[in-house]
């Protein structure tokens, strides 16, 4: 099997909607942010390279919101903290190499202009793209969703106006009201995907080579396992334990890494689910296992998104699927789950049963083999996978520790306190 690549653009796309599922108030935020400022950096005359790191940068801007809830301050509050979620978006960002000059432009988002100490944040340079964001994103947030757009148009820039060199860079200021005369750019920043009408300006050939893809559905994965405290390192202990068990399985050696960045992206539609949901310590209501059971339907058409994941979305996606066909949400059964989609279903569920919760501890060896050995019993999975994962317990299990123990750093380097 050829050596995965894919393109940095699809990937970006497909975290930039997941984040979305975050906060539904803010329906298509990051691409009205990402639309809006690639207006304004074309009126500007920006050289390419520095139109693309600013889209992208505006595409996920949010990436460090914390637990969900800080959604709706940044909805609702024209100046939040700076060293808030624009510099925590950059601490996950900020080793990855090909998104190291958009991680910059995160980190200071919501710093104001100030009448030009703007530019500078203790002693660090901000960027320019940092205040075309910031404008950017404070337009899109400044207009009523529901109601006409274009008769909207005067008073939100009577109110960014009013802002110019306090909050916003005048310049860029200026560039907007230019721009404004044209509707065109309103009704494309409010239609159903704003990106859409700028895609082919964009055209950036970035491709991530097979490393790179890896590291980044770990950062991903971060995403999805820090918005609850509860889950701060589940995906990471599955994307290894389904690794493992591939590679007992004989599985090669690009397939085990598809299989890890499965395991990263397997829960990217629980970035939907609400997190009263997500910490629950006992059984759901009817009502909220409802809301529970779409988070694969959304991971599977999220990772849709990226043409090259057609294998890694199936394996992903169907971890709540049964071979008895009793799963959900696709009811599909055995003869449709390959066995790349058992391991991750068996990973998942030794993950979930055996990682210490804060409302329980795992569960010891013998439960857990009881646990599974009915799973098997009732036709739910597969017994071959559950075999090998009995062979290996001790060090599957400590292959699970391991990496939830470098995740759980990774969590509180995140969570940690700005000075
Ligand atoms: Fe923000
Ligand atoms: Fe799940
Ligand atoms: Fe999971």
Known sequence: MEKLTIKLYD??????????????????????TAYMSYIIAEHLGLPANKKRDLFYAALIHDIGTLFGSEN??????????IKYHGFRGWRLLK???????????????????EYGKGMQFENENVPEESHIIHLADRVCMAFAQKKNILSQ????????????G???????VEVLKKAAQKEYIWLNLFSRSPIEHIQEQICDATVLSSDETLEFTQIISHVIDFKSRFTAC????????AKEIARLMHFSESECIMMQIAGHLHDIGKLAVSNKILEKDNVLEIHEYAEMKAHTYYTYHLLNIVPEFSIIKEWAAYHHEKLNGNGYPFHLSGENLTLGSRIMTVSDIFAAITEDRPYRKGMEKEKAVNVLEQMVERNEIDKNVVKVLFENYDNILQVRKKAQKAALIEFDKFTAPFV
């Not at 599922?21 to 009205?32: A, D, E, I, R």
């Open 95 to 113: 080793n990855f190499e090909p998104l190291k000059h958009s991680a910059q432009i995160i980190k200071y988002h919501h710093v104001s202009y």
């Open 234 to 241: 589940h995906s990471a202990g599955v994307a290894q334990i």
């Open 72 to 81: 709706l301050e940044i909805a609702e509050t024209e100046t939040v903290s």
């Open 166 to 172: 306090s909050v916003f860079d005048p310049v860029y």
């Open 11 to 32: 990937i970006l796309l497909c975290l930039s909607n997941a984040l979305e599922l975050l906060s539904p108030k803010l329906y298509n935020h990051h691409q009205q």
């Open 153 to 164: 148009v005067g008073s939100v820039l009577d109110y960014i106006e009013s802002r110019a």
